[in-house]
């Protein structure tokens, strides 16, 4: 493995130059059990000696213990890096487990100065909309966004599990650098309308789980026999029961791939979604996540595999074949409302 950085892409057109690949940071203090804040520390600077340099977090995760570990980091490299965070999921206090999503400007205005303070910055750099409250215009969400970019707390704006045609009408109203969805060879929902529409627009496309929870780097085959009990991802559909063991036997032409090249399952996965850039004409910038020095290592080295259409061709028909949803409930997802 070399030391090599990763190439840059542009979020949105007129949004900041990134490494071509971040990095998800909830899994360091949320949702996929133990964690460990030495080697997750380990991985933060390791990830950006080799150029990555957009770092995802959320309000959310961990009820704001994310942004709270991240904060002295991103305050050692702040010229270095491209912060992202995310409004939305509401936690009621007496109900910890509980999320409901908001998208009213008081909630947004109140969580974007409780953002601020968790993640000690004068401003957030990419500041997304989670999740879409359908009882509130887009348009009025978006507008209290772009309120925050003209009063220097937000830089650029992102939005998360939108469809195609309401990544217009935001786009009506401000410019929008990313939207961020699931994409991966297991996910391929959001090819149907959001890729066309940020293509169209100029927007970058962010996406999350490209590693499908880790499940296509092969690293466990199902959820209720292989992952600890406060592992979210035992409550997702496809993880788990006959689901798993039908989507595990869909890894075999990943792992045909793999040898090919001498690469890992997660790296060809990886390679997959990168190439999607090309394949689409849109940049991409996947945000797998990992508390691992060694892993950020394999995953930025995916960046220089390159796929054949032959290759291509022999993984293009594993997402039709994957048994499960993505969540339980789909419909706070692009795709339940496509």
Not at 177 to 185: K, N, P, T, Y
Not at 208 to 237: E, I, K, M, N, V
Not at 264 to 282: K, P, S, Y
Request: hydrophobic content about 40%.
């Amino acid at each position: 493995m070399t030391d090599s950085t990763v190439p840059t892409a542009r979020l949105g057109d007129d949004g900041p130059e990134v490494g071509v690949q971040g990095l998800g940071c909830m899994g360091m203090s949320f949702a996929y059990g133990p964690t460990d804040t030495y080697a997750s520390r380990a991985t933060l600077e390791r990830a950006l000696e080799l150029g990555v340099t957009l770092y995802d977090t959320a309000d959310a995760y961990g009820a704001g213990e994310n942004e709270r570990f991240l904060a002295p980091f991103f305050g050692a490299h702040r010229e270095e890096v491209v912060v992202a965070t995310k409004f939305a999921l509401s936690i009621p206090p007496d109900e910890p487990t509980r999320r409901i999503i908001r998208n009213d400007a008081p909630y947004i205005r109140e969580a974007v100065e409780a953002s601020l303070r968790r993640l000690d910055l004068d401003v957030i750099d990419l500041y997304y909309m989670h999740r879409r409250d359908v009882n509130v215009p887009i348009e009025e969400t978006v507008g209290v966004m772009a309120d925050l970019v003209r009063e220097g707390k937000v830089k650029h704006l992102g939005l998360s599990e939108v469809t195609g045609e309401e990544l217009r009408a935001a786009q009506a109203v401000h410019p929008i650098a990313a939207v961020q969805s699931e994409w991966s060879l297991f996910s391929r929902d959001i090819e149907a309308g959001v890729v066309p529409a940020a293509r169209e627009l100029g927007v970058a496309l962010v996406p999350y789980s490209p590693l499908g929870r880790g499940f296509l780097t092969g690293s466990f085959a199902d959820a209720d026999q292989d992952l600890t009990q406060d592992d979210f991802r035992r409550q997702q559909p496809r993880f788990t029961g006959d689901n798993a063991a039908a989507n595990a036997a869909l890894l075999a032409p990943v792992r045909t791939v793999a040898e090919a090249h001498g690469a890992t399952l997660g790296q060809i996965a990886l390679a997959w979604v990168q190439q999607q850039a090309r394949v689409h004409a849109l940049p991409v910038i996947p945000i797998p996540g990992t508390r691992k020095p060694n892993r950020v290592e394999e995953n930025t080295g995916a960046t220089r595999i390159v796929l054949t259409q032959d290759e291509l061709s022999l993984l293009e028909p594993i997402a039709d074949k994957v048994a499960g949803d993505r969540y339980a409930d789909m419909t706070f997802t692009s795709a339940g409302r496509e």
